[in-house]
């Protein structure tokens, strides 16, 4: 039987736990994912086709931690302006928000440079890439992304009854756009490329990423995760909005979880050909559980380029102080472009993360390649200070 023969009710069970790996969850629910683990004694919390997540301690009181570095958040924020409009809108919370959610989409509009109908609202980014899994997968037909990737929207679609084709990165660590091109067939539904890619933190060279969407969106479209962006060191110049401007068959995600700091506020946004994001709306809505609150903070976030740009110099500054400390340790990175850094372990992963949870820092620990990794995001300075401090134990 597949997926779309199956009951509503069991097909989205089936859809729920499938979804994992890399995917944004809320702090509950991890912790869950890591007591079940734990007490079935899973080596990998999540095991996918070319690269496995290991089984962290017991998730500790995170209030608690000396550096919180599992989930790439941003450790500043929100900015004062966004987190004064949130509060005064909370006492128009007896109204819903749709207007003032339509105002958001007309400012963004005119900073992407696209029509209002060439944007679609969701709660976070991850919202819109699940979606657009669920509507492009019902019937099958395979996804091309990395190896490894940011795996939100790969995991929906394989649960929808979709496939995955995995393209390794190449040796400078950048999508092999020459490969994932040649590996589009006849059932090939998407190409989705996340850059700044998610775990590596490498980034994609901009005109060949450009030219590459503008031709195999001819054939497919093409969908590129721009979460981490604005954090890179050309910042939006490198985006793939104009495409979509120019009517591409091209999808662009950004969320106000990174660099605007509200993670947990839940906004995002995606571009995209009008006619490709109809056929989204006509069965999963975009803009439904976005609080009014969080549609006025978005708002002044994106009016408070100081704020923005004190984020992003402390992020350059914690990057540079933790990369020149591995380096002092023999340890190369591969080369972070965003609000985290990605780097070998010599030991095994699981074993790594208990001594270094036992010291009261969290990160997380991946294998792929034949390679344990760990991935820490960038906090205060004081928290990368208590991770370098663990490191020098740890790893001796």
Known sequence: MTSSQLPRRDWIKKLALSIGAVAVAPTALWADTVETARRNNQKFLYRNPVFDEFTPPKIPDLSTVKARLVWNENPHGPSKMAAEAFQKAVWDGNHYSWSTLNDLVEKIAVFEGVSPDQIMMGPGSSDLLEKTALVLFQDGGNVISADPSYMSLVSVAKAAGGSWKAIKLTDDYQHDLDAMEAAIDADTKLVYITNPNNPTATITNTEKLKDFCSRVSERVPVFVDEAYLELAPGGLEGSMAPLVAEGRNVFVTRTFSK??????????????????????????????????????????????????????????????????????????????????????????????????????????????????????????????????????????
């Open 259 to 396: 660099i605007h700091g509200m993670a947990g506020l839940r906004m995002g946004y995606m571009l995209g050909h009008k006619d490709s994001l109809a056929a989204i709306n006509e069965i999963t809505r975009g803009g439904m559980g976005i609080s009014g609150p969080t549609i006025a903070a978005a708002s002044a976030s994106m009016d408070d380029s100081e704020y923005l740009e004190m984020c992003k110099t402390k992020f350059d500054e914690a990057r540079n102080y933790t990369m020149a400390f591995l380096d002092k340790k023999g340890i190369t990175p591969m080369p972070s472009t965003t609000n985290f850094i990605i780097f070998p372990i010599e030991m095994e992963g699981d074993a790594f993360l208990e001594q270094i949870y036992e010291r009261k820092v969290v990160v997380r620990a991946f294998k792929f390649w034949d390679q344990n990794w760990c991935r820490v995001s960038l906090g205060t300075m004081e928290e990368m200070k208590h991770f370098t401090d663990a490191i020098d134990e740890i790893l001796v």
